[in-house]
């Protein structure tokens, strides 16, 4: 069965440093999206992507994120400055297209340790 | 703002007791409505979902209703196995591609 996978598992960086967080969404997949969970709280919802364009973002996603598909296979996510708030697990979500496709497949998530 | 609610966790419980997991929402519209479990070391993954008022949600012996005049969509199980251990998820949708809006997540643990 297809699955959407991220790379890493785990990545601690020290405070200000840039970090991409990798994600492969299913192939014939066209909406993809990234979420966050900070430890203990709620799933949040970062940014959604399709026809290569942002399609919607929350207030979280500001300048120092950015999301990019460079080669048609990788859905990316950079963090340019990284805060220690910026700790949590990230996941990445893909969706097909059309009403019987409104499922959101998500991969395992990549858990970001800010020092 | 759309938001989803969910009964505090842990939850634990021996095998073969009833699972009820609670969980309300309060959307604008008519959202759809879903439960996600996540497995350890796994991603969240969809156990079930209702589009719209008085459906009915299954899978591998869970069900959930989607209750429209109490803004609710509780998950069940009438039996629960040490297999069923894992964070569930409850979550809403406005529409076709808007985002989810999740619950905080409610584990369960299930001892022999």
């Known amino acids: 069965e297809p699955e959407v996978t991220q790379t890493p598992s785990h990545q601690v960086t020290q405070m200000g440093q840039e970090v991409i967080l990798r994600c492969v969404p299913i192939?014939?997949?066209?909406?993809f999206y990234w979420y966050r969970q900070i430890l203990g709280q709620k799933v949040e919802f970062l940014v959604s992507f399709y026809n290569n364009e942002i399609s919607e973002k929350s207030e979280i996603f500001d300048d120092q994120f950015s999301v990019e598909r460079p080669d048609g296979s990788n859905f990316t996510l950079k963090i340019r400055s990284t805060k220690l708030e910026d700790s949590a697990m990230y996941f990445c979500a893909s969706r097909g297209q059309g009403p019987s496709t409104d499922t959101q497949y998500f991969g395992p998530g990549t858990r970001l340790t800010v020092l | 703002g759309d938001s989803v609610t969910q009964m505090e966790g842990p939850v634990t419980l021996s095998e073969e007791a009833f699972l009820t997991i609670n969980c309300t929402y309060t959307a604008t519209g008519y959202p759809s409505l879903f439960w996600y479990v996540q497995y350890p070391g796994e991603g969240l993954q969809l156990l079930l979902k209702a589009t719209k008022a008085d459906d009915k949600g299954s899978n591998k012996g869970f069900e959930a209703t989607y209750r429209k005049e109490t803004t609710s969509f509780h998950l069940e199980k009438g039996s629960v196995q040490v297999s069923d251990s894992a964070v569930y998820f409850c979550a809403l949708k406005v529409s076709g591609n808007t985002p989810l809006v999740f619950g905080k997540g409610t584990r369960l643990s299930v001892i022999a």
């Open positions: 192939s014939n997949h066209l909406y």
